[in-house]
């Protein structure tokens, strides 16, 4: 038995070995730029919506590298021991940068007004659902739509979960990100705007967001999104084309191109993706 154990977790080291790809983290580095690009407003506003593809394949990535390394897991406790680990990580650089930030980040949030109860419940509403520090979301989003994606998955067909998280993202964050002003007549989307400007909950920068993108980093590192790389550049290209037109189209209507979440930038980012992963990187050539 033990020298079995020994045989698994070799293998497990092996696969582990195949799935890093130093091509992932030449993209962070590059979807970094370009996140700092979206908030400088530093290039045109015409290559806006192209740039919007760095937040969905940092939470992709993430989600691909964390499901690859579960996949290594022999044991459900050694899943669970994997998730803790990951978010002890996140807890931890969030902890120190709140820290660090926290005499401005009172200042900026305003936080030093007011009844110190009521205090603690923004600070505590915004960990969870938003930001305390400027664009401190991502990494709660990213730990919690970890969480939700690691235990619905075990209970629910990947088919639905798919289409549950892809339903989340379209009607729930695109909505209030792009669409809210497209229906301005519609009771039901003015009910649901507002129900989330009273809770002061941004559905496009928390967890709900991640849900959809985290899945799809799942799928990827269980191999049950697919695509050769003549389809992938078919789709990514398609699919550009298409997010440029919605873009324009919800600029046109709302007067704004800087929203955070489109429909099309959901087939763009997967197209892209599945790109990166097929890239590889060796001594004898440069991919």
Known sequence: MKVNRIENESTVCINRRDKYNPILDIVKFVMSFLIVIIHTSFLH?????????????FFMI???????????????????????????RNLQLYAFWFVVLFPLTLKIRGWYLGNIFVTFFKIIRSFFLGSTFVASWFIMAMVIAIWLIYYLSKVINSKILLWATFFIYVFVSCLYSSYVKVFPDNIIVSAFYSACQYLHIDPSLSFPVA???VFCGKCFADGNIRFNMKYSII???????????????IKEI??????????FLAPMSIGLMSIIIQMKFNKESNF
């Open 62 to 88: 993430s989600s691909y590298l964390f499901f690859s390394k579960l996949s290594g897991s022999i044991t459900v406790q050694d899943e669970r021991k994997t998730l803790m680990k990951f978010t002890k």
């Open 254 to 263: 709302t007067g704004s191109h800087r929203n955070d979440c489109y429909i």
């Open 211 to 213: 849900l959809f993108w």
């Open 45 to 57: 506003e015409k290559l806006y919506p192209w740039l919007r593809v760095a937040v969905p394949l």
């Open 235 to 249: 789709i990514l290209m398609v699919s550009s084309l298409f997010l440029y037109l919605e873009w324009d189209f």
